[in-house]
């Protein structure tokens, strides 16, 4: 039942994201968004990699699951949080201005296809999975996380970035 939600929530947050991109001017990608230092078009790429994040961690959470030693990876994670929050911020301020808008939302829709091609054929022992995190890297991280919570992570990170948007008919444009 839960990957129905999840699924859901997926392509309600795919839908909204092209939504987005078609209803912005190049005007509206330029401007800064709220609470961040990034244009909405850097923010939407950013949006994209949240996704992309949850594809790489899917196999980690698996085999670090089935292992049982991940406390020691996430520990030597969150040590390395100050690189990886400046790799983010500048990786998300290039990409979103490699790649149109067009673009991301191309690449948005290959990642959710294998999502939720990768989701459908996970059992429940597969969803239960759990390995520890490095909470210092994201504010929805856990310090354990399930497969499923994985999963859902993508489109918490995906809502809490949304409100941030200013583009025309976004919240707080």
Same mark, same amino acid.
């Given at each position: 039942? /839960?990957?129905? =939600?999840?699924?859901?929530?997926?392509?309600?947050?795919?839908?909204?994201?092209?939504?987005?991109?078609?209803?912005?001017?190049?005007?509206? +990608?330029?401007?800064?968004?709220?609470?961040?230092?990034?244009?909405?078009?850097?923010?939407?790429?950013?949006?994209?990699?949240?996704?992309?994040?949850?594809?790489? *961690?899917?196999?980690?959470?698996?085999?670090?699951?089935? +292992?049982?030693?991940?406390?020691?990876?996430?520990?030597?994670?969150?040590?390395?949080?100050?690189?990886?929050?400046?790799?983010?911020? +500048?990786?998300?301020?290039?990409?979103?201005?490699?790649?149109?808008?067009?673009?991301?939302?191309?690449?948005?829709?290959?990642?959710?296809?294998? +999502?939720?091609?990768?989701?459908?054929?996970?059992?429940?022992?597969? *969803?239960?999975?759990?390995?520890?995190?490095?909470?210092?890297?994201?504010?929805?991280? =856990?310090?354990?996380?399930?497969?499923?919570?994985?999963?859902?992570?993508?489109?918490?990170?995906?809502?809490?970035?949304?409100?941030?948007?200013?583009? /025309?008919?976004?919240?707080?444009?």
């Amino acid at each position: 039942m /839960e990957q129905v =939600k999840i699924s859901d929530e997926m392509r309600r947050a795919q839908a909204e994201f092209h939504q987005l991109v078609h209803a912005s001017s190049a005007h509206d +990608l330029r401007r800064p968004s709220n609470g961040t230092r990034w244009t909405n078009r850097q923010l939407l790429f950013h949006m994209v990699l949240g996704y992309a994040v949850v594809r790489t *961690l899917l196999p980690l959470v698996r085999t670090l699951g089935r +292992l049982g030693h991940s406390r020691g990876f996430a520990a030597t994670l969150n040590a390395g949080r100050q690189p990886f929050h400046l790799i983010n911020y +500048l990786g998300s301020c290039v990409g979103g201005q490699i790649l149109s808008p067009r673009a991301m939302t191309a690449v948005l829709d290959w990642i959710m296809r294998g +999502l939720q091609r990768t989701l459908a054929a996970e059992t429940e022992r597969s *969803l239960a999975l759990t390995m520890h995190v490095p909470t210092a890297w994201d504010p929805y991280f =856990k310090p354990t996380m399930s497969v499923l919570d994985v999963y859902h992570f993508g489109t918490q990170h995906f809502d809490h970035h949304r409100r941030q948007l200013t583009l /025309e008919g976004s919240d707080d444009a």
